[in-house]
């Protein structure tokens, strides 16, 4: 290499070093994102739960419900959390709540404002049978579709407020099981949660 070629490689890197690091920021981004895309893990292998209250332990919570579920391919457990007395409840109920929570626990004291027909499954004669029979069932315009929860099975994990509060499965879930928009009857992480903390 001749001393022309090593003054300019010398000039070029000198006025032209932030252009290589800023693509090389941008293409580790890009990759970051494919890579995200592509091993994206399947919505039945992850669990999202919104609490209407706060949840005091998430790691608790995630660690023991992979242990309890690992038999049907949990790999991941998410909480949403807003307290009802604050301004932003009704927003964060809404917009991640129902379109991302398998599980959303909502105070009794929200539900009649709420349309629950339209983002919760509707607990048929079938299902009830099969999953929550001789649970305390919320019906709204004589439809079933929460189970009271069991507020002493969660109490290490979560402060929920001081009244009956209710489980209800979104009707958009792929933990549903049979009930899902893609039915698969192994896939029912979100029928089993309700079942276990129900009461």
């Excluded at 919104?50 to 660690?63: I, M, N």
């Excluded at 499954?121 to 079938?126: G, I």
């Excluded at 019906?139 to 994990?157: A, M, P, R």
């Amino acid at each position: 290499m001749n001393s022309i070629k090593k003054n300019r490689i010398k000039n070029n890197m000198r006025y032209m070093w932030p252009v290589y690091l800023v693509s090389a920021v941008v293409i580790a981004i890009i990759l970051n994102v494919i890579f995200g895309i592509v091993h994206k893990l399947p919505a039945y292998k992850t669990l999202t739960i919104f609490v209407s209250g706060e949840v005091t332990d998430s790691k608790g919570l995630q660690k023991d419900l992979l242990e309890k579920y690992q038999d049907k391919e949990l790999k991941s457990v998410t909480t949403i959390s807003a307290k009802p007395n604050e301004g932003h409840y009704n927003t964060k109920l809404t917009v991640p709540g129902y379109s991302s929570a398998d599980v959303l626990i909502i105070p009794i004291s929200k539900l009649n404002n709420l349309d629950i027909g339209y983002f919760a499954l509707d607990l048929k004669d079938e299902l009830i049978t099969s999953f929550y029979s001789g649970y305390t069932l919320y019906s709204q315009k004589e439809v079933n579709y929460g189970i009271k929860i069991n507020k002493e099975l969660v109490k290490s994990y979560m402060n929920l407020p001081n009244e009956d509060c209710y489980m209800f499965l979104n009707g958009g879930s792929q933990n549903i099981g049979e009930y899902a928009n893609k039915p698969n009857k192994d896939h029912d992480l979100a029928l089993q949660l309700v079942k276990d903390w129900g009461i």
